[in-house]
């Protein structure tokens, strides 16, 4: 779990190729990698159209630690730095002056996955984000801490007290780190670095079972910058691409087939549902936020299941989960179907339904043709619905 906290806070997509694009020097880091010396070392531009990566120039390092790279941004850009054969990107910079400084440390006999420790100089932008990783990265160790609390005290079965007051740490835990984020998005004056915080907040908190930044908000995120930056050809795409994802929304489309294993081993499929009207509620036992939204579940299925309502429950517990699942499920008094591929992130409905970023609870009402006519549907809401369908 850990690992995944670091790994994804990197970069939002790393590819196993990358082409070369030629440079004329118009933007320069420089600086010493200590014990890396003999290695080559790649600044990668990372774009925000592809979502792609290609290599801006690469340079053999001095046996002194010593490298130069350059690169021809066509406007404000994030860049990282990555060791040849290490596969994973050491170092974030931004191309908000002409020539930075950049000094890293690594271990001897390191992979080059990660710099011990290094220095930025002559780059707000580059030094801001450092700040931005670290202290989200801190602050995602509070809840990954928070939650292997959780599941200890479950094992012990602890009181019904220390399961709410660990929750409420946990919910403490969250909005400080939602109030951080904000406060770093507000606080840039980069392009490339607002987009670098939005972009890899989003999927980390997924991870975490969040709901991460309201859609609304990064609406007015996006606002924002086309109106500061109205020449950034990167912002004008995001919007543009937003705008035809909104469009393409699941309200009014039939519901993809789900089939997936049930406790036993059954196979269980959505479209086994046919004539009813069916909420697909996707959580795990692990998520805080699926947790507390559980008796509000509980409350509208004891309400509605005799007026042809059910509910399908999908799980993205993980790998060696069940028990835990298990265990979730009869604490939490889910007595509707349930099933898993107990893949976590890797759950087939995830890419199907595409709400990766978003994270869980995430849910879906599929009518008795099996067409989608309400999502995200959670508190009072799921409440409303129902009763406005369910007359």
Request: charged fraction near 25%.
């Amino acid at each position: 779990m850990m690992r995944k906290i670091f790994g994804a806070a990197m970069v939002l997509v790393m590819l196993l190729s990358c082409k070369q694009k030629k440079s004329d020097g118009k933007f320069e880091v420089t600086g010493k990698l200590t014990n890396a010396g003999g290695k080559t070392v790649y600044l990668i531009e990372n774009s925000m159209f592809t979502r792609g990566r290609t290599i801006a120039d690469s340079a053999k390092i001095g046996n002194d630690g010593k490298y130069s790279l350059k690169a021809n941004p066509d406007e404000a850009t994030a860049y990282t730095l990555q060791i040849e054969g290490s596969g994973a990107d050491f170092a974030t910079v931004f191309n908000d002056a002409k020539k930075i400084s950049l000094d890293a440390s690594f271990n001897a006999g390191s992979n080059f996955q990660t710099a011990e420790n290094y220095e930025i100089k002559g780059s707000e932008a580059s030094t801001q984000a450092k700040e931005f990783l670290s202290g989200v990265t801190m602050r995602l160790q509070q809840l990954y801490f928070s939650d292997m609390k959780a599941d200890s005290l479950r094992k012990i079965k602890a009181s019904d007290s220390l399961l709410m007051a660990n929750d409420a740490q946990r919910i403490k835990f969250t909005e400080e780190l939602k109030d951080f984020v904000s406060a770093s998005i507000k606080k840039s004056t980069n392009p490339a670095l607002t987009f670098y915080e939005l972009g890899n907040y989003q999927p980390m908190a997924a991870q975490f079972g969040l709901k991460g930044i309201p859609n609304e908000e990064v609406d007015a995120i996006i606002n924002d910058m086309v109106t500061k930056y109205p020449n950034h050809e990167g912002w004008a795409y995001i919007k543009r691409s937003i705008s035809e994802k909104a469009n393409k929304g699941w309200v009014g489309k039939e519901a993809p087939e789900i089939a997936m294993p049930d406790a036993n081993g059954n196979i269980v499929k959505l479209s086994s549902y046919r004539g009813k009207y069916v909420l697909v509620d996707f959580w795990a036992s692990w998520c805080g936020p699926c947790r507390m939204e559980n008796p509000n579940v509980v409350a509208a299925y004891n309400k509605y299941k005799d007026k042809n309502f059910d509910i399908l429950g999908v799980s993205l517990d993980n790998p060696g989960g069940k028990d835990k699942w298990l265990a979730a499920i009869k604490k939490d008094n889910l007595t509707w179907t349930q099933v898993t591929e107990l893949k976590g992130w890797e759950t087939s409905s995830v890419g199907v339904y595409g709400f990766g970023e978003e994270g869980i609870p995430y849910n879906i009402l599929v009518d008795p043709q099996g067409k989608i006519i309400a999502e995200k549907l959670r508190g009072s809401q799921l409440d409303a619905k129902l009763a406005e369908v369910l007359k």
